[in-house]
């Protein structure tokens, strides 16, 4: 159990500094991307800024990132050996495309009067797509283990392996671009949220200018979610239909099955208190037809079903969030072309703040539906996860250590960041 | 094909060895010196610190896709070592970033200094400890029996550690060479060739140690290496370039002072690697992990030459790229 938390901890940390790391130098792309075409030099200053903040989010996430790579091992070393040479190659390729973002990185970085121009702005568009590429590719490991895929498994062996297959297997394609478009959304209203705090204390026009860039990237992505989300769900519904059912806490399995939007799930008494029910919408969300069956989880022994309440309340969080997410999409949209008086105002302000930490919490909870969801498997039907722990005793103490290493960074990463906006304050006031 | 990924794993952790070893060295070195001489070194080795963690990623991936049972066995027997190295790698990273972009104040600055100092240190020498105990043999595959000589006493030896301190002294001579070749003060070159020579003379004498540890710890490395000529001549081609060096570091030719440290550190590489080859990790009583039988099927083999071969032409020409622009354009530019 200490393995798994040890795990989340390390994965839910990294999953935060690597989307950043992945979405910002978008924006930073966008702010000097304008100054290029305007001259007005508070996008320059933007762009500086910003590319500090991903300097500083890059070399956390990449040290994190070297250290999973360990702790992988470390923690599951059956799992490795023998998925190791199955899901490596996405691995490989991570690695070429993480290897470009760290160099285009550090030319964009040191590179302001030593480059031409144009080639500095290219250097970080590169950053901005090795980085999504990485990501990708990163999720396509994790998909494998949702959806095993390029080998045939012989008495606990894996033979006739196909990394091709293994890379492209089915769950990839749906959980990479729910994951992509989920980092630019919750990372887009997080900084947007920030700026969003700031402008409303100091109007400053280079706030104003960030939380535009930030808010378009955003909403776009807060747009799209639902529909990515959609699709994901159906292929979990194809490929784990133990895990939709856990989503929903849907025990029997039968047709026109209802939604079930919140509640108290009981595992034991099978049945969810409090919730409210939509009829046929499950079906649908599952198959596209409101008449269709679902599995409800009675059709699998109990002891290969998820942990039920926290996949459970980790979708309702999830689904929850990126709803009003998309409704402050339409907002700024509707802000943008018709009512501009609007993101002047103070409540839009003030609502933008509230929504800062919410992309990350839904983040967050979609990354333990899928984890927690795949439980009690590591890999989905074929290997389970305490079946892969490492032999060592006493990993609880390796749970600690790096629980605190991770809680110190996290705190001064904050820390680092606030006073980086002092910094840009003291120029401006 | 499992002899060409072995080899571009040798590869990358002589790139990891010399170029991440110029960088963690930097902080060995910055504990070894003060004030101004301190600031020089971080200075020298700033703009590309970022990229050198990918070559040690490289060698943790090459391992877990082609040679699965050294990645597992390593991580499980020496666990508490690597996560030591690890928790280093999270403390030094960190803090150089934060001490880089942190606004410009003396106490939060000296306090991110000696974290990186330190851990630098840490790090280093744990990472020798943990390829002390790959070398050495005295990890079991019986996880079972107690604690202590499970998971403690393959790495917790006089030879461990002692390949402990030759990799803190090897770290922190490519980081002097590195830096004696990166600046222009004649005072400061003076004085970062005279660190450089004191941790020659050190390396060498640690390195004989090295060798009598292996003794005193049951395994004969001298008779192993007496027995591979490989060894033999990659050994003596360092040493006799240690003349050279010495007198490069006086007659201050940057490029050669470079290539020679290089080149050493590679025959030390090639060295140890020539004594136990075709073993990848050596294991108490004899069932040492080959590199044929940790070897991944054909397949894999073949898909992850052909994954690291796209990755090198798109890094190499980039990498070159990150180098002219900040090395040989303009020296003595500032680098912010």
């Known amino acids: 159990m200490a393995a798994r938390m040890q795990m989340g901890v390390s994965l839910g940390f990294h999953i935060i500094f690597a989307s950043i790391g992945m979405v910002m130098p978008w924006f930073m792309f966008v702010a000097e991307w304008k100054w290029l075409r305007t001259n007005n030099p508070v996008y320059l200053d933007l762009a ?108 606990g062996h894996a033979e006739n392996i196909d990394p091709v297959k293994a890379m492209f297997n089915k769950a990839w394609f749906s959980q990479a671009h729910h994951m992509t478009i989920a980092a630019f959304s919750a990372t887009g209203f997080a900084v947007a949220g920030i700026h969003a705090i700031l402008y409303l204390k100091n109007k400053l026009e280079i706030h104003k200018k960030a939380l535009t860039i930030a808010l378009a990237f955003a909403s776009v992505a807060a747009i799209l979610q639902p529909l990515s989300g959609d699709h994901a769900a159906k292929n979990v519904a194809k490929l784990q239909p133990a895990k939709l059912a856990a989503f929903e806490s849907h025990f029997e399995t039968q047709e026109k099955a209802p939604l079930i939007i919140g509640g108290i799930p009981n595992e034991e008494k099978r049945e969810v208190k409090y919730a409210i029910k939509l009829p046929g919408f499950l079906s649908f969300l599952a198959h596209g037809d409101f008449n269709a069956e679902v599995k409800g989880l009675e059709e699998f022994p109990e002891e290969e079903w998820p942990p039920v309440p926290i996949t459970h309340y980790s979708f309702q969080i999830m689904v929850g969030i990126g709803m009003f997410l998309m409704l402050i999409a339409f907002l700024f949209l ?6 501009k008086h609007w993101l002047e105002k103070n409540w839009w302000l003030k609502l933008l703040f509230v929504a800062t930490p919410l992309g990350f919490i839904a983040l967050e909870a979609g990354w333990i539906v899928t984890e927690v969801g795949r439980q009690p498997w590591i890999i989905y039907g074929i290997m389970k996860t305490k079946d892969s722990l490492t032999p060592m005793p006493g990993i609880q103490y390796t749970f600690y250590t790096v629980s605190a290493v991770y809680l110190i960074l996290t705190f001064i990463v904050t820390w680092l960041l606030s006073r980086q906006i002092k910094l840009l304050h003291a120029k401006y006031l | ?66 040679f699965p049972s050294v990645y597992s066995t390593v991580l499980t027997a020496l666990h508490i070592p690597v996560l030591l190295s690890l928790l280093g790698i999270i403390f030094r990273g960190s803090a150089f970033t934060f001490r880089h972009y942190d606004i410009d104040e003396e106490r939060p600055k000296a306090i991110y200094s000696k974290i990186f100092q330190y851990s630098s240190l840490f790090t280093t020498f744990f990472l020798g400890v943990t390829l002390g105990a790959i070398i050495l043999g005295n990890i079991s595959l019986n996880y079972q029996q107690d604690f202590y000589t499970a998971f403690v006493l393959p790495w917790l030896n006089w030879f ?20 004696v ?156």
């Not at chain 1, 690695?95 to 080639?119: C, D, M, Q, S």
């Open chain 1, 48 to 155: 500086k800024a910003w590319s500090k903040g991903v300097a500083i989010f890059f070399a956390v996430g990449a040290v994190s990132g070297t250290v999973l790579s360990f702790e992988l091992g470390m923690l599951w070393p059956t799992f490795m050996e023998h998925a190791g040479p199955i899901f490596g190659m996405p691995f490989s390729w991570e690695g070429t495309a993480f290897f470009l973002e760290a160099i285009a990185l550090g030319l964009f970085l040191y590179g302001w009067n030593r480059l031409n121009k144009r080639v500095h702005l290219y250097t970080g568009l590169v950053v901005g797509i090795a980085g999504v590429l990485s990501g990708i590719f990163v999720i396509s490991a994790n998909a494998w283990m949702n959806a095993p895929a390029g080998f045939d498994w012989v008495n």
């Open chain 1, 334 to 339: 509707a802000g943008t072309f018709k009512w």
């Open chain 2, 1 to 66: 094909m499992a002899e060409i990924n072995l080899i571009i794993l040798i590869i990358c952790l002589l790139l990891y060895v010399i170029l991440g070893g110029a960088d963690f060295g930097g902080g060995i070195l910055e504990l070894l010196t003060r004030g101004k001489a301190s600031q020089i070194v971080s200075k020298a080795i700033a703009p590309i610190w970022e990229a050198n963690h990918v070559w040690l990623i490289l060698v943790v991936v090459i391992l877990f896709v082609g």
């Open chain 2, 160 to 179: 461990s550690l002692s390949m402990g301190v030759f990799m803190v002294l090897l770290f922190a001579f490519l980081a002097g060479i590195f830096t």
């Open chain 2, 181 to 336: 070749s990166e600046i222009n003060d004649p005072q400061y070159i003076q004085y970062f060739s005279r660190i450089s020579r004191r941790l020659i003379v050190a390396l060498v004498v640690v390195g004989a140690l090295v060798f009598g540890a292996a003794q005193l710890n049951g395994h004969p490395l001298f008779f192993e290496f007496v027995h591979s000529p490989m060894s033999i001549v990659s050994i003596v081609l360092a040493t006799l370039a240690l003349p050279v060096l010495w007198y490069q570091l006086k007659r201050l030719n940057r490029v050669m002072l470079r290539l020679i440290a290089g080149f050493q550190t590679t025959m030390i590489v090639t060295g140890w690697f020539a004594i136990q080859f075709p073993v990848l990790v050596k294991i108490k009583d004899g069932a040492d992990i080959t590199m044929q039988s940790a070897a991944a099927p054909h397949a894999i083999q073949f898909h992850l030459f052909l994954a690291l071969l796209v990755g090198v032409l798109i890094i190499f020409p980039s990498m070159g790229y990150l180098y002219k622009v900040f090395k040989f354009d303009n020296p003595s530019a500032e680098n912010k």
